[in-house]
């Protein structure tokens, strides 16, 4: 019995609409982002940047497992072997269904078990964040928590 050896990508995707005042009232949040608009967009940057080739060596393992329009992380799984042609697609990515964005490849992993405790912890440093800015906190408590809870469990249920 083989077994299939993938890498795990953890990317945070950076809304670049948010620096000019017009789409500042309009976070990437509220934005229709799913994992199927990531996974088109990936596909297009591997056959635009690599070619035919490229999209051969990673087409049938590619997938998006997760995605959260909250905190804009992704994760994506790939085979081994190519894992670096996927890396560069992303790190080539600017735009996502017509949404401008700067994909920051947070962390690599050989198991999903890596990948969703760096997920986990990287949601909570976000949520973090997004706390720090509020002037209120304790209006938002709640929700922020329930949104660590609910991400916590979705993360944790991904499977190979």
């Known amino acids: 019995m083989v077994r299939f050896k993938n890498r795990w990508l953890l990317v945070e995707f950076i809304d670049t609409s948010t620096a000019d005042a017009s789409a500042a009232k309009e976070p990437l949040s ?3 982002l799913d994992g ?10 591997v056959v ?5 080739t490229g999209w051969g060596a990673v087409g049938m393992s590619l997938t998006v497992k997760y995605f959260s329009p909250t905190t804009n992380l992704c994760i994506i799984r790939v085979a081994r072997d190519h894992h ?8 080539l990515l600017t735009g996502i269904h017509d949404v401008r964005v700067i994909p920051r490849v947070i962390h690599v992993s050989g198991t999903i078990k890596h990948a969703q405790l760096s ?7 976000v949520i973090a964040r997004f706390r720090t800015k509020l002037k209120n906190a ?17 993360i944790e249920a991904l499977q190979d």
């Open 119 to 125: 997920a986990i912890a990287h949601n909570r440093e």
């Open 36 to 45: 199927r608009l990531i996974y088109n967009a990936l596909r297009d940057s």
């Open 138 to 154: 304790a209006l938002h408590h709640d929700s922020y928590d329930d949104y660590l809870a609910r991400s916590t469990r979705e």
């Open 48 to 52: 635009t940047n690599f070619g035919d």
């Open 30 to 32: 509220t934005r229709s």
């Open 84 to 91: 670096r042609i996927a890396w560069g697609a992303v790190t």
